[in-house]
T-cell receptor, first 113, second 112 residues
Framework: EADIYQTPRYLVIGTGKKITLECSQTMGHDKMYWYQQDPGMELHLIHYSYGVNSTEKGDLSSESTVSRIRTEHFPLTLESARPSHTSQYLC????????????FGQGTRLTVV | QKEVEQDPGPLSVPEGAIVSLNCTYSNSAFQYFMWYRQYSRKGPELLMYTYSSGNKEDGRFTAQVDKSSKYISLFIRDSQPSDSATYLCAMRKGGGSYIPTFGRGTSLIVHP
């Protein structure tokens, strides 16, 4: 079964550290997204990509960066983590075949201490 | 005003009840309407997907879209404790726009 994977599921890290959240999908979807979600709050789009070498910032300002070198891989990097980055990060993918809607990974819960 | 409004709840119902979850929206350009279910500490799972107005049924779940009123609903029949989760509505435009706009989500609790 096709799927979308995020690692790690949970991460506790100290302030100032550089971190990379991994996201991979096996569905061959060309579109991928990163959302940030705080408890009980909306999903906020922070980055998206419509294909290899294509990345755009979303609605929510973020100090993170992304890359899309391969179709299946869309990692998110924080150069210097801060406590304000504590949140859940959700990766999703979709394509434009028959209106396929976004499929989400299980999320990475990040805590910066 | 947010583009998509959804009451966060919580909505608490007894097992077996019919549940009605709703969203309103302001952007008439939205054409695709989705409902996601999200369990605690998990990613959202796509439940239903509807294009334009009308009804769609899948087992115990029925999605309704009324574009004239800018109102969408999700009905759950014979609700079960396992249905306890947060339900998020989402919608997007067509014509090459693929990014969905999400509601805040409604927390549903089905008690035995």
């Amino acid at each position: 079964e096709a799927d979308i994977y995020q690692t790690p599921r949970y991460l506790v890290i100290g302030t100032g550290k550089k971190i990379t959240l991994e996201c991979s999908q096996t569905m061959g979807h060309d579109k991928m997204y990163w959302y940030q979600q705080d408890p009980g709050m909306e999903l906020h789009l922070i980055h998206y990509s419509y294909g290899v070498n294509s990345t755009e910032k979303g609605d929510l300002s973020s100090e993170s960066t992304v890359s899309r070198i391969r179709t299946e891989h869309f990692p998110l990097t924080l150069e210097s983590a801060r406590p304000s980055h504590t949140s859940q990060y959700l990766c999703a993918s979709s394509d434009d075949q028959g209106g396929t809607e976004a499929f989400f990974g299980q999320g990475t819960r990040l805590t910066v201490v | 005003q947010k583009e998509v409004e959804q009451d966060p709840g919580p909505l608490s119902v007894p097992e077996g009840a019919i549940v009605s979850l709703n969203c309103t929206y302001s952007n008439s350009a939205f054409q695709y309407f989705m409902w996601y279910r999200q369990y605690s500490r998990k990613g959202p799972e796509l439940l239903m997907y509807t294009y334009s107005s009308g009804n769609k049924e899948d087992g115990r779940f029925t999605a309704q879209v009324d574009k004239s009123s800018k109102y969408i609903s999700l009905f759950i029949r014979d609700s079960q404790p396992s249905d306890s989760a947060t339900y998020l509505c989402a919608m997007r435009k067509g014509g090459g726009s693929y990014i969905p706009t999400f509601g805040r989500g409604t927390s549903l609790i089905v008690h035995p």
